[in-house]
């Protein structure tokens, strides 16, 4: 079956455009989740949908950051006004439970953004 | 709050030796523990997990790991390395709603 996918697979915006990165989680998967990875470190939280609500957005780093999973299936991260700072690989997991705690999140590929 | 920790950002060994990858968290609650492995240019895919139940925790590929409490501990380990298992190896600790907090990541180097 289908795993979860992500496009683009690559970004490159100029500073101060606005970037949409779009996540396909695995279906039927209630939990989605999307977290940033900067080069060398490991995957931060950013925000968290249990079907078409957003429970938890208190990693999204500024108001440029917005999230949406409307139909509680695919999902995209918005960018506004891109800063350097974004650069990172941006990647996004989903979850067949609801309270996915004790079980595995299946990642996507990630989406690589580089902002010049 | 969670935090992880993995000692050493990088490891090496020799193809057929031990492999051991430190991890150490914190948790206010009795945590779920993940380790996951990350090859270049894919998303992190699961190596096993410890929820409740036995401690030691056998995964694919050959890795295992073990819940030590007393010593807020997940180290993960392989008995034979072999040169496929090069890559960055991350442990996570979730919520129960599934939120993970991730280590920095730890590289490992399999020499011929």
């Known amino acids: 079956g289908a795993g979860v996918s992500q496009s683009p697979r690559y970004k490159v915006a100029k500073r101060g455009q606005d970037v949409a990165l779009r996540c396909d989680p695995i279906?039927?998967?209630?939990?989605l989740f999307w977290y940033q990875q900067a080069l060398g470190q490991g995957p931060e939280f950013l925000t968290y949908?249990?079907?078409?609500?957003?429970?938890?957005k208190s990693g999204l780093p500024s108001d440029r950051f917005f999230a949406e999973r409307p139909e509680g299936s695919v999902s995209t991260l918005k960018i506004q006004r891109t800063q350097q700072e974004d650069s990172a690989v941006y990647l996004c997991?989903?979850?067949?439970?609801?309270?996915?705690?004790?079980?595995?999140?299946?990642f996507g590929p990630g989406t690589r953004l580089t902002v010049t | 709050a969670q935090s992880v920790t993995q000692l050493g950002s990088h490891v090496s060994v020799s193809e057929g030796a031990l492999v051991l990858l430190r991890c150490n968290y914190s948790?206010?609650?009795?945590?779920?523990l993940f380790w996951y492995v990350q090859y270049p240019n894919q998303g992190l895919q699961l190596l096993l997990k410890?929820?409740?139940?036995?401690?030691l925790v056998k995964g694919i590929n050959g890795f295992e790991a073990e819940f030590k409490k007393s010593e807020t501990s997940f180290h993960l380990t392989k008995p034979s390395a072999h040169m496929s298992d090069a890559a960055e190896y991350f442990c996570?600790?979730?919520?129960?709603?599934?939120?993970?907090?991730f280590g920095d990541g730890t590289t490992l180097t399999v020499k011929p």
């Open positions: 997991a989903s979850s067949l439970a609801q309270l996915a705690g004790t079980y595995e999140q299946y």
């Open positions: 279906s039927g998967h209630v939990s």
């Open positions: 949908f249990q079907n078409e609500a957003q429970l938890d």
């Open positions: 948790s206010s609650v009795p945590p779920y």
């Open positions: 410890y929820t409740t139940g036995a401690t």
């Open positions: 996570a600790v979730n919520t129960n709603a599934g939120k993970s907090t």
